[in-house]
C-alpha cells in the first residue's frame, strides 16, 4: 500500500484517517499533496481521484465558490491557512455553514445526484488563505 507523511505542524484527516504531524502511514487510497502529504512510497500505485484542488486567498469580504463536478460520490476538504473563513454547503433547498479557522479543517463526504447543482462556497469577513480539494470516491 502506498505510504504518506503528514508534511503539517498540525493534524490533517482524510477519508477517515488521521495524521498528527509528521507521522507515517500505510494507506489502501491516494492522499493528495494539497493536503500537505508527502508520498513515500507509491507502491502499489493508487487512482489519484481529485476532481479539482487549489489555493486561495479570500480578502476581507472574499467569497470562494467550489463546485462539485460530475461524480456519484466525493469528499470536499477546506483548510484555513490564515484567518478564518464560513464554509457553507448549498443544496437544492438548504445551506449549511460551518466555521472555520487555522485551528481546525472542514470536510464532508457527500452523493450527488444527476439534478443537483452542488457546491461548497467559503467566505471570509476579515480575509483569508485556503487549501482545498475535491475527491471522487466513486
Known amino acids: ?3 504518506y507523511k503528514n508534511g503539517n505542524d498540525k493534524s490533517v484527516s ?3 484517517e488521521t495524521w498528527r504531524p ?4 500505510e494507506v ?3 492522499a493528495p499533496p494539497e493536503m500537505g502529504f508527502e508520498e513515500l512510497s507509491e507502491h502499489p500505485r493508487v487512482r489519484q481521484p ?3 484542488s487549489g489555493e486561495a486567498s479570500l480578502g476581507q469580504g472574499g467569497v470562494l465558490r467550489i463546485q462539485i463536478g460530475d461524480c456519484n460520490t466525493f469528499i470536499v ?5 490564515s484567518g478564518s473563513v464560513t464554509v457553507r454547503e448549498s443544496y437544492i433547498d438548504s445551506e449549511v455553514a460551518v466555521p472555520v479557522d487555522v485551528t481546525g479543517r472542514y470536510e464532508i463526504t457527500g452523493r450527488r445526484t444527476q439534478v443537483e447543482s452542488l457546491y461548497v462556497s467559503c ?3 476579515g480575509g483569508a488563505a485556503v487549501t482545498y480539494l475535491v ?3 466513486s
Open 1 to 3: 500500500m502506498p505510504v
Open 14 to 16: 482524510y477519508s477517515g
Open 22 to 25: 509528521g507521522e507515517t502511514k
Open 28 to 30: 489502501a487510497f491516494f
Open 50 to 52: 481529485s476532481l479539482s
Open 77 to 81: 476538504s477546506v483548510i484555513c491557512k
Open 123 to 125: 467566505d471570509s469577513e
Open 135 to 137: 475527491s471522487t470516491l
